[in-house]
């Protein structure tokens, strides 16, 4: 629940504050944001199971988040971006759909 | 396979060749939830220290602010575009109209000019009529078609094409020259790539291009005459501009084309716009030639290049 609470501070400090992300930051960023979705949706998911951990939490929150930017680097790097780009997309994009029709089957039992 | 290792291998699932799409499919879950819950079940879980918790939520706010940001920067700069292309849009749809408006008033009052100008004249005016017409091809106003002298000058193909050299292009005095050449050769109407040239005419080059009444033109350059072919030719070889452009094509590689055409067509500016200039007082202004400019009507030459000129073949 601290994980959660915590989450919620800094969503709200970002809100207020407007923080302004790095140039060279730019590129990662909606990679990032879908990964950050991913492990929101894993977390709530346990949340309803009743397994969920704080530190298991955040720690794939932050992996998740920092995995895919590295990919995107790399691929960046090596002249494929685009195409590892839309893999991450598409396999974290299966994970959100079938983890958001769990957290569904719980709350509407259907 | 199967029977070599016997039966200790477990039998090989229908879609195992979808592994991957399985893995992603049915185990969306991070599996360290389950081992998360196993293991505080177990009582092996590491313990909660106010240290380890203060780390968390320190994290969990870090993540949060982190990840509002990484969306407010996504979602920004989609609106400035948006909004600025929107503007952009407005204003060239705003300028376009200006300008259709304004060219119809143009061609409004051209007739109407030429419709004066026929009632001023009246019947006896032919010879005015005459005059005028002639003229205004001489000025370049009015569109000019005829046989003529067609000049392509391309420039020379640089053997090293990382390198380049501005005495392989064509240069705004090449053009002068080749253009003040064919005035004198007896043309009575010269375009550079379509932009009729007239009294007023600058060639000029900034930068790599050659500005001709200030619109930058690029290789190859074609030069239209409207005139006698035959004389003009014989007219230019003799003159000085004929050793420039023999000079361009020997020394430089500079691809120089000459053909007769049967007809060619000349654009007009339509444009006339009227200079007066009057001579300064004798007493006042010691230099009486410095302001008197007389327009221009008819033949003359082109004015001249801004730069200094930096061919030294001719």
């Known amino acids: 629940m601290i994980a959660v609470i915590g989450l919620v501070i800094g969503v709200v400090g970002g809100l207020l504050l407007q923080p302004t992300v790095p140039v060279e930051l730019q590129p990662y960023l909606p990679i990032a944001v879908v990964a950050a979705l991913d492990a929101l949706f894993g977390g709530l998911r346990a949340m309803l199971d009743g397994i969920f951990d704080d530190r298991v939490f955040l720690i794939s929150f932050l992996s998740n988040v920092v995995v895919a930017a590295l990919i995107v680097f790399l691929g960046d790097q090596l002249g494929v971006g685009t195409q590892l780009s839309t893999a991450v997309v598409v396999v974290l994009g299966i994970r ?3 983890n958001a029709a769990a957290i569904r089957r719980h709350l509407f039992k259907a | 396979m199967s029977t070599r290792h016997g039966s200790s291998e477990p039998p090989r699932s229908p879609d195992a060749s979808m592994t ?4 992603v499919y049915r185990r969306p879950l991070d599996p360290g939830y389950a081992e998360a819950t196993a293991r505080r079940a177990a009582g092996t879980g590491p313990r909660r220290t106010w240290r380890s918790t203060a780390g968390m939520v320190l994290l969990a706010m870090g993540l949060g602010l982190g990840a509002t940001a990484a969306t407010l920067a996504l979602r920004q700069p989609a609106g400035a575009v948006l909004a600025a292309r929107e503007l952009l849009e407005a204003q060239i749809e705003q300028r376009r109209a200006e300008a259709d408006e304004q060219q119809a008033d143009i061609t409004a009052m051209t007739d109407e000019i ?9 019947d006896e005016g032919q010879s005015v009529r005459d005059e005028i017409a002639g003229d205004s091809v001489h000025s370049g106003v009015t569109a000019v078609t005829g046989p003529g002298l067609r000049l392509v000058l391309t420039d020379a ?5 990382d390198e380049e050299d501005p005495e392989l292009r064509v240069q705004d005095v090449d053009l002068q020259v080749v253009v003040n050449g064919l005035w004198a050769a007896g043309a009575e109407a010269v375009a550079v790539n379509g932009q ?5 005419t600058a060639i000029r080059s900034a930068g790599d291009a050659v500005l001709v009444d200030l619109v930058a033109l690029s290789s190859p350059y074609t030069v239209d005459a409207v005139g006698d072919a035959v004389s003009m030719q014989t007219e230019l070889a003799r003159a000085s501009a004929g050793q420039h452009l023999a000079t361009l094509r020997t020394t430089y590689g500079i691809g120089v084309q000459m053909t007769s055409q049967s007809k060619l067509e000349l654009p007009g500016t339509g444009l006339v716009t009227l200079h007066e200039a009057e001579v300064p007082d004798a007493t006042s202004a010691p230099e009486p030639q410095s302001g008197a400019v007389r327009d221009a009507s008819g033949q003359s030459l082109v ?3 801004a730069g200094p000129t930096r061919r030294d073949g001719t």
């Open chain 2, 303 to 305: 004015a001249g290049s």
């Open chain 1, 96 to 98: 959100i759909f079938s």
């Open chain 2, 196 to 200: 009729r040239l007239t009294a007023m």
């Open chain 2, 114 to 122: 030429a419709r004066l100008q026929e009632e001023l004249l009246g």
């Open chain 2, 157 to 161: 193909q640089a053997e090293n094409l």
């Open chain 2, 20 to 23: 991957l799409l399985n893995e």
